[in-house]
């Protein structure tokens, strides 16, 4: 495991989770991270990346106004703030590494070279 991911659990519709992405084990000095789920039976999809300066962050419209990433940079930590959740929002979620361009905020699996263990969100109506 690269990237150790915190967080998570099980909340009712409305409720609120953060999600933790520790980098600490990376040795690469800068890295863009993106957040990804993945739902049973349905491919993985991007939720949101943030760019290492912070200044770039990108999201899948579906999460528009109701997560918000964030990251700490000298604790080498990166955040995924999760409110108004809703039973569509239940799926494994990763944080993924990029670091060969941090300053770009991909939104494809593919453009991810280390990955996290994925960690479960359930939201119950």
């Known amino acids: 495991v690269q990237l150790e991911q915190s967080g998570g659990g099980s909340v009712q519709a409305g409720g609120s989770l953060r999600l933790s992405c520790d980098l600490s084990?990376?040795?690469?000095?800068?890295?863009?991270v993106g957040w990804f789920r993945q739902a049973p039976q349905k491919e993985r999809e991007f939720v949101a990346a943030i760019t290492w300066s912070g200044d770039s962050i990108e999201y899948a419209e579906s999460v528009e106004g109701r997560f918000t990433a964030s990251r700490d940079n000298a604790k080498k930590m990166v955040y995924l703030q999760m409110s108004d959740l809703k039973p569509e929002d239940t799926a494994v979620y990763y944080c993924a590494a990029n670091t060969y361009f941090p300053e770009t905020p991909a939104t494809l699996p593919s453009s991810y070279n280390y990955w996290g263990q994925g960690t479960q969100v359930t939201v119950s109506s």
């Open positions: 084990r990376r040795t690469e000095s800068k890295t863009a």
